[in-house]
């Protein structure tokens, strides 16, 4: 299966457990794995034959500069699970959400969570083992 990556996609949201984030906002990074069969495209030169990166980033930065979640392993499975509800010619979907200066009294240069969805046998988006 082939890739497509997106990286270090950078916006600014309100998700996190302490009121200072909700009420501050703060910077998030996504950085998306897709897979996909791109030989079509390739062949044919044609946009509407792949997905449009432009477009998908417009869809995370929706997510992420949406309504605040708690935590960034949710604000990472809506992710996933938009996109590969959305753009149905993705098979699975590697998603990296990352805090890059989270307010917190100890020092660290951020913290990621990464998930990795795809379509399940029922059409339902399930972990990828």
């Excluded at 996109?83 to 959400?97: M, S």
């Amino acid at each position: 299966m082939d890739r497509m990556r997106i990286q270090a996609m950078e916006f600014f949201g309100y998700h996190g457990v302490f009121p200072e984030e909700n009420k501050l906002g703060q910077r998030f990074i996504v950085d998306l794995e897709l897979a996909l069969d791109l030989t079509p495209a390739a062949q044919s030169d044609d946009l509407s034959r792949t997905v449009n990166y432009a477009d998908v980033h417009e869809t995370v930065k929706r997510i992420v500069e949406g309504p605040p979640c708690k935590l960034i392993e949710t604000l990472a499975h809506k992710i996933a699970t938009e996109i590969l509800t959305t753009y149905t010619i993705i098979n699975e979907a590697t998603v990296a959400v990352t805090k890059p200066n989270p307010p917190l009294d100890i020092r660290f240069d951020g913290v990621t969570v990464e998930i990795r969805r795809r379509r399940g046998p029922d059409g339902g988006i399930v972990p990828v083992a």
